[in-house]
């Protein structure tokens, strides 16, 4: 499974590639836009085609997902603590982990649930520098949750999630650092595929 993350911020010809991608074979797109407001969201969702929508994830502005068609929800680490999820019994639900010990504790309420960071992050500079979670990943004993792969993930070197215990791998920096998007996606989905 390969999931892409959109950027914080709104980037141009954003929902251009978020189809194109989807085209290619896609899995699932996290909205990951923590700076919109709703308004916004709802200007952004319909640009994404309706035939997609159902791979959809929204991290926010999760009242607009009965509007466009949307089952699942993403909640980050404090919001899983506090409980804020089990509101949403009826959706399909991920989270993000930043230890293996953490994720063998999670229910099976949770499809999966993203560890990072797994090598230092494309996106954030210095994030990720000093990450011993490849290694930590042959502890996992937590069969019930996918367990995606999340950090300074590229083309060059997916395949070493794929010989792990890992489920699938997630792209932000690689995807949306990159003049070429489309391109990256592609060698990152046959690197899987093959």
Not at 36 to 50: A, G, Q, R, V, Y
Not at 176 to 182: D, Q, V, Y
Request: hydrophobic share 40%; glycine share 4%.
């Amino acid at each position: 499974m390969i999931v892409v993350i959109t950027p914080e911020e709104l980037v141009q010809n954003e929902t251009e590639i978020i189809n194109a991608l989807f085209k290619e074979g896609l899995d699932l797109l996290h909205i990951r836009k923590p700076f919109i407001n709703s308004e916004e969201m709802k200007d952004f969702i319909p640009n994404i085609h309706s035939e997609f929508h159902h791979q959809l994830v929204l991290h926010s502005h999760h009242d607009l997902a009965e509007r466009f068609n949307i089952s699942r929800f993403h909640f980050r680490e404090i919001d899983r603590q506090n409980d804020l999820f089990k509101s949403f019994a009826d959706r399909t639900i991920s989270t993000s982990v930043h230890d293996i010990e953490t994720f063998n504790e999670l229910s099976e309420d949770w499809e999966y649930a993203f560890i990072s960071p797994v090598f230092p992050s494309i996106s954030k500079k210095g994030h990720g520098e000093n990450s011993n979670i490849l290694c930590e990943i042959k502890k996992r004993n937590n069969s019930n949750v996918k367990l995606i792969a999340l950090g300074g993930i590229h083309e060059k070197n997916i395949n070493e999630f794929f010989n792990s215990r890992v489920d699938g791998v997630a792209l932000l920096g690689a995807i949306w650092e990159s003049n070429e998007p489309l391109d990256i996606f592609r060698k990152c989905r046959k690197s899987v595929l093959s």
